[in-house]
Nanobody, 121 residues
């Protein structure tokens, strides 16, 4: 059972990136897929999530700019990031589990390694 995130990189402010997270070994479609991020010196924070029924949830800081999606046929979740800001710079992690609206991290059972996103001003 593994999650593999990819797609991070360096982008200028105002630009876009799409992160991908591919899962193996579990029934992908049955689980919520979520994205978190951790900036240097800060705690990890929730970014967005998509439930098996395709309901989505977002942190206020990314609403209207980021979109979470999933392709169950490919066992892959995506995080489309538009209008990126320097404050979006962080390691981005994907996770799999069940969405907990009050404590998103608590619902996640499986975590992938981070992929670094750097937004230059």
């Amino acid at each position: 059972v593994q999650l593999q995130a990819s797609g991070g990189g360096l982008v200028q402010a105002g630009g876009s990136l799409r992160l991908s997270c591919t899962a193996s070994g579990r029934t992908f479609s049955s689980y919520t897929m979520a994205w978190f991020r951790q900036a240097p010196g800060k705690d990890r924070e929730f970014v967005g999530a998509i439930r098996p029924n395709y309901e989505t949830y977002y942190a206020d800081s990314v609403k209207g700019r980021f979109t979470v999606n999933r392709d169950n046929a490919r066992n892959t979740a995506y995080l489309q990031m538009n209008s990126l800001k320097p404050e979006d710079t962080a390691d981005y992690y994907c996770a799999q589990g069940f969405h907990n609206p009050t404590r998103p991290e608590a619902g996640m059972a499986l975590w992938g390694k981070g992929t670094l996103v750097t937004v230059s001003s």
